[in-house]
């Protein structure tokens, strides 16, 4: 607001000659035409990488798939679908033998899709859930002083350097059915194949891989609470407790919000992890099927189809990033803003 | 601070937005090119296919190349991945890519392909002499009664045993049950195949079905057939065999080298597999079997007659974008000669499709396995050549797998299996 009033009203002193007023108001206006020029770049680019795709899968998404000329056996466009694309995913509801609405059969990909999203939230609460408290404990333990930290931080960051389909591949030898997972154990179970068993894979190999990431981000949230305050705390009396939940956690809240937000939308999105490990199987066939696996398992059947669903994963993805940007992404400014003036 | 805000939702907003973006695909679309242009041109082609693991094409190509010196063959090399050469493929047909002259298409994507209108139909001028073929090959690059792409290598189930727990190999499945019993006073398990649910689980349900008369769906790739009691009788062998022990329960997790590695470790008396397990079982350093196995083909329902296997393979195409048909035709025939199936066996132990190698001599001392081998393929049914074949495998896989586990009944999984296959074909 306060760079607009480019022109004070008139009747108000002003020094400024009409002549000299009328050459700022041009200056400024030619500066706001080159803003304009110097971000038109970023701007196409932005428009090309980003708005195309998605508007133009938007646009798929209200086709109808390709059918079969039943004449020569080719496929034909299959025109406009309405919101027939979006009820298939959220109604499950099928094309009939006669082209009337039908329930989806189990074995059609619209029938999974309720399934899909209780997988992948699933996996989301749970995953960040773990990770964030074992990521919490790694970050104490990098931020203390101790001989051989240097080597503790190095091992914990191992994981997060292997690429996930390295990662993926591993796990699925230590939980093959004659692995290290069932020798260690002692047991018997079918990792890929038992419906919980087969989600505790997918939770355990990610929560191995990502906790690092979860400590990296919360230890530079750590390193920044000054040493005094801590101190002051305890001159004051306060227990270990009193100062982790008083002193510790408020300061840290920012970084550590930051990092919950970075997981949550890479988790929500996941595909590659259970993909690979159980090629989302496990249980009646589909006890880790995500909302990406089930996007790409579509886009073999048909393109339009797959775009809609694509957009509804879109859609719930931005939603959960808006609620957490909404309700606590305003507390992370806030806090930082007061962080800031009280640092200085 | 509104500013703040605003700017961290629009930061989220671009984020999603580009996550979004990725997952959209191509266009699909029907449309394919002039199928009756450049029909007899010559000229320089190029030649795509997966990764040339075994290094038979290079050597091929530059014989083909040297014989021909105006119209030289590029070999275009994609990825040893069967999902991305099939969507690499896809982009360049939709690309209407001139560029991508002969194709070489896993026999499920043939009708997908055909359909799409992107394939040469192999008529007219540019016929294909098949009589030399083993006939379930040429049916697998048929759609619709046109046949769309030439058989260039092949492959079928064949099965292990151990000779020395078992002398004579069970022709019948029943007779396989009774064998069990042995299996189990060994205390190893008795049979196995492909059962986790990928595309080697509807190869095994498909033979299952096959071998007992049924079928999955019609000649047209579309109408559904597999709510038929042999369909019933097939996938009950399989759950079956789960629910009495005589398929170790781990069996569910089983892929191709799972089950392999269980064989060589000598847990298993029985077990399904490609002929590339043959040398790996007799040469492997970790093998217990090496000399204690021996090979069959597939058990029927009577002793008559074997069991049928789903076929494996690749076959070669024209693409209908291609300038230069005539050098291209000329091309597939140059892949079906006998000097280049010998070369594709002995090299890089790729199956042939003419029936005429599985009786050579001295193949045969090289290669053990052919004659197994022949009577395998011989007797073998493609897996569906359908344009929906990504949706009916999907159905197959997901509706039998709940099946083998006891999640269902075999009735109601070959129920909805048939339903999610009309749905697919309806849409």
Known sequence: MSTSNVVAPPGTQNPKSPQLRAGVKKNRRQQGRWALYLILPTLVLLAVVIGYPVVSAIIMSFQKDAGLDPATGLFVQGGFAGFQNYAHWLFQQCAGPNGESITCPPGNLGSQFWNAVFVTFFFTVTTVVLETVLGMWFAFIMNRTFRGRGLVRAAILVPWAIPTAVTAKLWYFIFSVAGIANAVLGAHILWTSDEWASRFAVIIADTWKTTPFMALLILAGLQIIPEEVYEAAKVDGATTWQRFWRVTMPLVKPALLVAVLFRVLDALRIYDLPAILTGGGGGTGNATTTLSILVVDQIRQGFNSASALSTITFILIFLVAFIFVRFLGTNVVRTQEAQQKGAK | ?427
């Open chain 2, 1 to 427: 601070m509104k500013a703040a805000r605003l700017s961290v939702i629009a930061g989220v907003a671009v984020v999603g937005l580009a996550l979004a973006g990725c997952t959209g695909g191509g266009s699909g679309g029907s449309g394919g090119g002039d199928a009756s242009a450049n029909l007899t041109s010559k000229g320089p082609i190029t030649y795509v296919q997966g990764k040339d693991n075994s290094n038979v094409v290079r050597p091929l190509v530059d014989k083909w190349n040297a014989a021909h010196p105006d119209e030289k063959v590029t070999f275009k090399e994609q990825s040893d991945q069967a999902d991305q050469q099939h969507d690499d493929l896809v982009q360049h047909f939709q690309a209407k890519d001139s560029g991508y002259d002969v194709v070489d298409v896993d026999v499920v994507w043939t009708g997908e392909f055909a359909a799409k209108g992107w394939l040469q139909p192999l008529t007219g001028d540019l016929k294909m002499d098949n009589s030399a073929l083993l006939a379930p090959t040429v049916k697998s690059g048929t759609y619709n009664g046109t046949q769309y792409a030439a058989p260039q290598t092949s492959d079928g189930g064949i099965l292990y045993y151990r000779k020395d727990l078992v002398p004579t190999p069970p022709k019948t499945w029943d007779e396989m049950l009774k064998d069990c019993d042995i299996a189990k006073a060994k205390g190893i398990g008795c049979y196995a195949g492909q059962f986790a649910k990928y595309e080697g689980l509807t190869v095994n349900v498909a033979e299952a079905i096959n071998t007992n008369g049924g079928t999955i769906v019609g000649d047209d790739g579309k109408t559904v057939t597999v709510d038929s009691s042999e369909a019933n009788a097939g996938l009950t062998r399989l759950t079956d065999g789960f629910k009495n022990g005589q398929i170790p329960a781990e069996a569910i997790t089983y892929q191709e080298e799972q089950g392999r590695q269980a064989f060589e470790a000598g847990k298993l008396l029985f077990l399904r597999n490609w002929p590339y397990v043959y040398n790996l079982a007799k040469t492997d350093g970790s093998s217990t079997v090496k000399d204690t196995f021996g090979i069959a083909p597939l058990p029927g329902v009577t002793a008559d007659k074997p069991g049928v296997s789903s076929l494996g393979g690749h076959n070669a195409a024209i693409s209908v974008y291609s300038k230069h048909k005539a050098t291209a035709f000329a091309f597939l025939k140059f892949l079906q000669s006998e000097e280049t199936q010998k070369f594709f066996v002995t090299q890089g132990s790729l199956a042939p499709v003419l029936s005429s190698l599985y009786d050579d001599a001295s193949l045969n001392t090289q290669l053990p396995y052919l004659s197994t081998l022949k009577t395998s393929i011989e007797n073998a049914v493609p897996r569906p050549v359908s344009p929906f074949y990504p949706a009916i495998t999907k159905a197959v896989q997901d509706n039998s797998y709940a099946a083998l586990k006891g999640d269902k009944s075999v009735d109601q999984a070959l129920k909805d299996m048939a339903a999610a296959i009309k749905t697919a074909s309806a849409g």
